[in-house]
């Protein structure tokens, strides 16, 4: 019953369809991004105002998520990194942490042929090893059996921080100095990088952050330097191709200077 009702609040997503062809048609395919960020945000907020467990909106994200990984690769966008789970979400209450981690499981096996048949390369970011076994197991096959696609790489964020992406860089860097592979002079900007998750991946040049809150919340803090931003009080259930349409557009008509001056 639960489920129907969430139903029918996601099918009102279809109703805006047609615009959506007007606005791939403005779209400037030749200047597309290369790499789009999502903080999936407002799950809970979409549950709460339908006075439904918080579950159910974490539930319809993923048809979001399913929707924006099509348009993605309909695009041809190259890189889409979702935050999905961040090393701050274990402080939530361990039933909502249990139904998250299901959840994803879920996704994973239920999802997996469909994206490698759209050419999907499912890449999981984060602290892995301290998710449970069984998403941990569920994460490395779908790694693993996408690992050739290349139309979309999905860069999953779980158990991910940018900071402790940072650290774990730092980290690794700091083995191999101490090993004598490379001297402290060597570390750059390119080093770091090849030491973050996001290693041969080109930074984002748009993120986009649903449901009103204008925060990183510990996302990406290395990549985002020069990152085009795009917020809405949309709801990440309530987010679709549209939205994603509309930022893309807007995207579009900024101007990036990186520092330097216009057209420089
Ligand atoms: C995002 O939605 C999903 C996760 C953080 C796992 P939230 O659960 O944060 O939803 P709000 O922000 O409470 O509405
Ligand atoms: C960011 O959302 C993390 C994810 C979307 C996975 P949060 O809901 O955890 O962020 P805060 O707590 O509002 O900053
Ligand atoms: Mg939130």
Known sequence: MLGKIAGMWWSRKTADQPDADKLIKSLDHGRLPKHVAIIMDGNGR?????????AFGHRAGV???REIVKVCTELKIGVLTVYAFSTENWKRPQDEVDALMKLLV????KELDELCAKGVRVNPVGR???????A???LEVAREKSRDNSCLVLNIGLNYGGRTEIVDAVQAIAVKVKAGE????DINEKLINDNLYTAGLPDPDLLIRPAGDFRLSNFLLWQLAY???W???VLWPDFGRVHFLQALLDFQQRERRFGGLKDS
Not at 46 to 54: E, F, T, Y
Not at 128 to 133: I, S
Not at 182 to 185: F, K, P, V
């Open 182 to 185: 490379i001297s402290a002079e």
């Open 231 to 233: 917020l809405t009080p």
């Open 63 to 65: 048809e979001s998520l």
């Open 128 to 134: 892995l090893e301290d998710l449970p076994a069984n």
């Open 227 to 229: 990152t085009e931003f």
């Open 106 to 109: 879920e996704y994973v096996n």
């Open 136 to 138: 941990l197991a569920a």
């Open 46 to 54: 979409w549950a709460g105002k339908r006075r439904l467990p918080r």
